[in-house]
């Protein structure tokens, strides 16, 4: 079983193209998708949902989609909540990937707190090039100006570190 730990901030395109470069370059299709925000984005959480039912039918499959809302701008107290849902998929049995791309600072702080004790797959981060005109479909920004990356990425034996 895999789950896949998203971050909403300011942009929901974030959020679903960071997710496509995953599916389409890692070729990974989770079981379970978090989308963690942070209270003053809540109201983006269905939304975000949305595009990421709509992305997963697009790649074939049906995932779970829970959305969990945490206190903005407390990096120690998302770190806890966040270690507590990676504590809990790891007693289920899941594998994680994370996704940094989308956060806000306070979040993906907290994700780096919840990380110092969590054993996780995989950390993604979508690279753009540019801060005009991304907040378009992932296939529509040219390839060149994105990449992505794996901050730490599991295989066969030690973990690798970028």
């Known amino acids: ?3 896949y730990i998203t971050i909403l901030g300011r942009s929901i395109w974030a959020v679903i193209n960071a997710l496509y470069a995953v599916l389409k370059q890692k070729a990974i299709k989770p079981d379970l998708i978090y989308i963690v925000t ?3 984005f809540k109201d983006r959480l269905e939304l975000a949902r949305e595009g990421v039912d709509i992305l997963a039918e697009e790649f074939g499959f049906k995932p779970k989609v829970e959305k969990v809302v ?3 701008g407390n990096p120690t107290v998302a770190g806890r909540e966040i270690s ?3 504590d809990g998929l790891k007693k289920a049995g899941f594998s994680i990937d994370i996704d940094i791309t989308p ?3 306070s979040l ?3 994700i780096m707190i ?3 004790k969590a054993n996780v797959e995989n950390i993604y981060y979508l690279d753009i090039k540019t801060i005009t005109d991304v907040n378009i479909p992932y296939t529509m920004i ?3 100006l994105q990449s992505l990356k794996t901050f730490i990425e599991k295989k066969e034996g030690p973990v690798e570190h970028a």
């Open 1 to 3: 079983m895999r789950a």
């Open 38 to 40: 942070e209270d003053l």
């Open 70 to 72: 945490v206190e903005e």
């Open 84 to 86: 507590t849902l990676i």
């Open 103 to 105: 956060g806000r600072k």
């Open 108 to 110: 993906v702080a907290g």
């Open 114 to 116: 919840a990380l110092e």
């Open 142 to 144: 040219p390839m060149q």
